[in-house]
């Protein structure tokens, strides 16, 4: 999977990522890059909708998180099993 993200980003962007990661500086500021003319041309680009679209994110992200109750549950069926034998 890794390999197939390097071709693509060598292939569609030109940046040529060296190592292991294909996530380098130059495509996160191209990202960067990209998401700002987005928000301009959409005339997002002010910092009260900036602030609308992080406060959004983030409710989108606690919905997402699992309750803290189901971790310690998870490892706990897990390991009890284990534990008896």
Do not use: C
């Not at 500086?25 to 191209?30: A, G, L, Q, S």
């Not at 609308?52 to 490892?75: A, R, T, V, Y």
């Amino acid at each position: 999977m890794n390999k197939k993200a390097k071709i693509i980003v060598k292939q569609k962007y030109d940046i040529n990522p060296s190592g292991w990661p294909w996530r380098t500086p130059e495509f996160e500021t191209m990202q960067i890059d990209i998401l700002k003319e987005h928000l301009n041309r959409n005339h997002l680009y002010t910092e009260n909708k900036i602030k609308l679209l992080i406060e959004g994110l983030e409710k989108d992200i606690e919905k997402s998180k699992f309750p803290s109750l189901i971790n310690p549950g998870i490892f706990i069926s897990l390991f009890v099993p284990i534990w008896i034998q």
